[in-house]
C-alpha cells in the first residue's frame, strides 16, 4: 500500500462548481498534513495545512479524518485559475520532519 | 525573503558526465529536502536533512547520486557518473519543524 494514496483525476468541472478531493494515508503515527498546489511544468506550492478541527481559506476547506486516515480538500465556486494538479502531502510520523507526497489530483476547470 | 534558490534551472549533459545541483534554502529553515519528479514516478524524496546533517537518504537511488550540507545555507546533489534515466526535475525544499516545505523552482536535468 502506498504511504498516501490519491485519485489521479483528471477532475473536468464547470466554473462556478464546487469539487472535493480525498486522499488516504497508510501511517496513523502522522501528525502534519498538508494540500499543495502545482501548476504544468511549476514547483509544488503549499496551498494549505490541514488542522484537525478542519480550516477553512477563502473558497478553500480542507478537512481532516484521523480516525479514518484521510484529509479531503473542497473548492468551492472554481475558477478557470484552480486548474492545476493537487497533492496531498503527510509527514512520515511523529518524529520527524519527512514529507511524503502522493501523486496528486489533476484539476481542470472549464469555462 | 528570496525562498529556496536552486542552480542551474536546465542542465543538459551527457552520459557519463558529472552533474551538481546546488540549494540556497530560506535563511532560518531547519529542515532541507531533495525531490526528484518525473511522469512515470511523481514526486520521489532523495534525501533529507535537519541541521546540516543527513536523517534520511533512504530514497537516493544508488551510490551514483550523493549530496551535501555542509552548512545551513547551502546544499549540493551530485550524481556521478550519469545515466539518461536520470532525466528529471530536481527539487530542493526547505522548511522550519512541522511546517510545510517551500520549494525551490527545479532543476531541469536532461542527459543524453
Known amino acids: 500500500r502506498k504511504e498516501v494514496e490519491q485519485d489521479p483525476g483528471p477532475f473536468n468541472v464547470p466554473e462556478g462548481a464546487t469539487v472535493a478531493f480525498n486522499c488516504t494515508y497508510s501511517?496513523?503515527?502522522?501528525?502534519?498534513f498538508f494540500w499543495y498546489r502545482q501548476d504544468c511544468r511549476k514547483e509544488p506550492k503549499l496551498l494549505m495545512s490541514?488542522?484537525?478541527s478542519g480550516n477553512e481559506d477563502g473558497r478553500f476547506t480542507a478537512q481532516l479524518n484521523r480516525a479514518s486516515q484521510y484529509i479531503s480538500l473542497l473548492i468551492r465556486d472554481s475558477k478557470l485559475s484552480d486548474s492545476a494538479t493537487y497533492l496531498c502531502?503527510?509527514?512520515?510520523?511523529?518524529?520527524?520532519?519527512?514529507?511524503?507526497f502522493g501523486t496528486g489530483t489533476r484539476l481542470q476547470v472549464f469555462p | 525573503d528570496a525562498g529556496v534558490i536552486q542552480s542551474p534551472r536546465h542542465e543538459v549533459t551527457e552520459m557519463g558526465q558529472e552533474v551538481t545541483l546546488r540549494c540556497k534554502p530560506i535563511?532560518?529553515?531547519?529542515?532541507l529536502f531533495w525531490y526528484r519528479q518525473t511522469m512515470m514516478r511523481g514526486l520521489e524524496l532523495l534525501i533529507y536533512?535537519?541541521?546540516?546533517?543527513?536523517?534520511?537518504d533512504s530514497g537516493m537511488p544508488e551510490d551514483r547520486f550523493s549530496a551535501k550540507m555542509p552548512n545551513a545555507s547551502f546544499s549540493t546533489l551530485k550524481i556521478q557518473p550519469s545515466e539518461p534515466r536520470d532525466s528529471a526535475v530536481y527539487f530542493c525544499?526547505?522548511?522550519?519543524?512541522?511546517?510545510?516545505?517551500?520549494f525551490g523552482q527545479g532543476t531541469r536535468l536532461t542527459v543524453v
Open positions: 525544499a526547505s522548511s522550519l519543524p512541522y511546517s510545510g516545505a517551500f
Open positions: 501511517n496513523s503515527a502522522s501528525q502534519s
Open positions: 490541514v488542522y484537525s
Open positions: 502531502v503527510v509527514n512520515k510520523d511523529q518524529n520527524t520532519d519527512k514529507l511524503i
Open positions: 535563511s532560518g529553515h531547519n529542515s
Open positions: 536533512f535537519n541541521n546540516n546533517v543527513p536523517i534520511d
